[in-house]
């Protein structure tokens, strides 16, 4: 996507140098991190420079990758089995991610350039597969759309383009009429912070709604579309994502709006039954404590919002059972969120 004049991909490998737009700084400066070394990677993922499924996976193939070139003769297949092991320990719920590590480690073995050329085409895939989204999931729209999302599944969280935001800006681009609410994402504000900026960079009308205004915007009737992103999906179609999901799939189902999941097959965990069986990430209670903004200088400052003394439960994701999801949207089309219907895409060919 664009920024200014410059097209950027989110993440993205240079030599043995992994960089990336610096997503903590958004939307108040554009910066771009970089990472040396595998372990600055295994950073940037923990700390959320980087985030979303499909950028967490190309940054987790990319550091991979960054492992095989700097393994070293003595103890090389150990360093890289540690290495392996401290990415996968990066985040725990994003499917992405463990599916992009295993393919290069795979690669790796054959040699360092199989290994680094897997996690290009990891990420170039990803870009890819965004883009199929956005044509896919564009045949949901009319010429004048309402569409609720959550968190941020835009391009920043993929390589590029996006999942759930993919189709608003094909639809978009062939003139229709779209407004999109974007819900704000408590603790960490991907909504308000992410979403809303990149909305407005595309010069798409949007409005920033609380978390809490949802069901009052599907009982004014304002909503014709709910697409959210996906973390990972279990066979049976149980999806995780970021946590307030659930809550919009159930009002979506008492309001009677179809609600539809946009993510790639990799989102797809291949051995995960059902929801039950995904691994739910606890992050800080910091990150309710506070909140952050910056001052007049521009440097951000977090300030506590939450009572002194009182502590917080800060679950990062949650799971929306299938029978809530009208459809999924993926790179190969539209399909119910069904053990059948999985089964059936996994099984196609690329
Ligand atoms: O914790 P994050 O920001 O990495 O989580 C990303 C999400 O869960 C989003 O909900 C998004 O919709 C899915 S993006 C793959």
């Not at 700084?25 to 940037?44: K, T």
């Not at 595309?202 to 599907?218: C, R």
Request: glycine share 8%.
């Amino acid at each position: 996507m664009k920024v200014g004049d410059h097209h950027y991909q989110t993440v993205w490998m240079e030599g043995a140098t992994v960089r990336m737009i610096h997503q903590n700084e958004l939307p108040w400066h554009f910066r771009i991190h970089d990472c040396n070394r595998f372990n600055d990677s295994c950073d940037a993922i923990s700390n959320m420079v980087v985030r979303g499924a499909g950028a967490i996976g190309a940054t987790a193939g990319f550091a991979m990758a960054q492992a095989f070139l700097e393994a070293p003769s003595d103890g090389r297949e150990d360093f890289l089995y540690q290495a392996k092991k401290m990415i996968e320990s990066t985040r725990p719920t994003a499917r992405n991610l463990f599916y992009a590590v295993e393919k290069v480690f795979h690669a790796g073995q054959e040699s360092i350039e199989s290994a680094v050329n897997e996690a290009q085409a990891i990420a170039a895939k990803d870009a890819d597969d965004s883009r199929k989204i956005g044509y896919f999931g564009n045949k949901l729209f009319g010429r004048k759309m309402r569409i609720l999302t959550h968190c941020n599944a835009g391009w920043l969280a993929f390589v590029d383009y996006g999942t759930a935001l993919s189709p608003i800006y094909v639809a978009h681009q062939q003139g229709k009429e779209v407004m999109v609410y974007a819900g704000e994402t408590r603790p960490r504000g991907q909504g308000a912070r992410l979403t809303a900026w990149e909305l407005q960079n595309e010069q798409i009308p949007h409005l920033v709604i609380p978390d809490t205004a949802v069901a009052s915007l599907m009982a004014a009737g304002k909503v014709d579309l709910v697409i959210t992103g996906a973390d990972r999906i279990a066979l049976n179609g149980d999806v995780a994502n970021k946590i307030g999901t659930l809550d919009r799939a159930i009002l979506a189902k008492h309001f009677k709006v179809p609600f539809y999941v946009a993510a790639p097959t990799s989102t797809i965990d291949p051995v995960c039954r059902n929801g039950n069986a995904i691994v739910i990430e606890h992050r800080s209670q910091d990150e309710v404590l506070f909140q952050e903004g910056p001052d007049a200088e521009g440097n951000i400052h977090k300030i506590r919002v939450v009572s002194p003394g009182s502590d917080a439960w800060n679950p990062a994701f949650d799971v929306t059972p299938s029978k809530l999801i009208t459809g999924l949207i993926t790179e190969k089309g539209i399909i119910s969120a069904h053990h059948q219907s999985i089964k059936a895409l996994l099984n196609q060919s690329n």
